[in-house]
């Protein structure tokens, strides 16, 4: 029933920057691990990266490091996503999502409990 919302996403020109949130309806993300997921059109949905309740990022994606960075604001209840240098394969629906304390190291969608409905991010001259 808990879900999250993402917003922030747009058009972007090549190596342009976004910054994502990811805000919860109804709850607190304090002891909550939340991870950045995104699925482009007629591709699987993979994990990007993710931070724990200790503010340790975890990494799924190996195309995003020194690009994209995440954090979070207890105090406003809110998880950032910064992408810089986005290119067009970055484009895609992102989603975030909560998982219990800690990051999953494989970055399966199959173990997070709770999610958003995504905000699409397109990366285009």
């Known amino acids: 029933q808990l879900q999250l919302v993402e917003s922030g996403g747009g058009l972007v020109q090549p190596g342009g920057s976004l910054r994502l949130s990811c805000t919860p309806s109804?709850?607190?993300?304090?002891?909550?691990?939340i991870g950045w997921f995104r699925q482009a059109p007629g591709k699987e949905r993979e994990g990007v990266l993710c931070v724990n309740t200790k503010r340790e990022p975890t990494y799924y994606a190996d195309s995003v490091k020194g690009r994209f960075t995440i954090s979070r604001d207890n105090a406003k209840n809110t998880v950032y996503l910064q992408m810089n240098n986005l290119k067009p394969e970055d484009a895609a629906v992102y989603y975030c999502?909560?998982?219990?304390?800690?990051?999953?190291?494989?970055?399966?969608?199959?173990?997070?409990?709770?999610w958003g409905k995504g905000t699409l991010v397109t990366v285009s001259s």
């Open positions: 109804g709850f607190t993300l304090e002891h909550y691990a």
């Open positions: 999502a909560a998982h219990g304390f800690y990051c999953p190291p494989s970055g399966s969608r199959n173990v997070y409990d709770y």
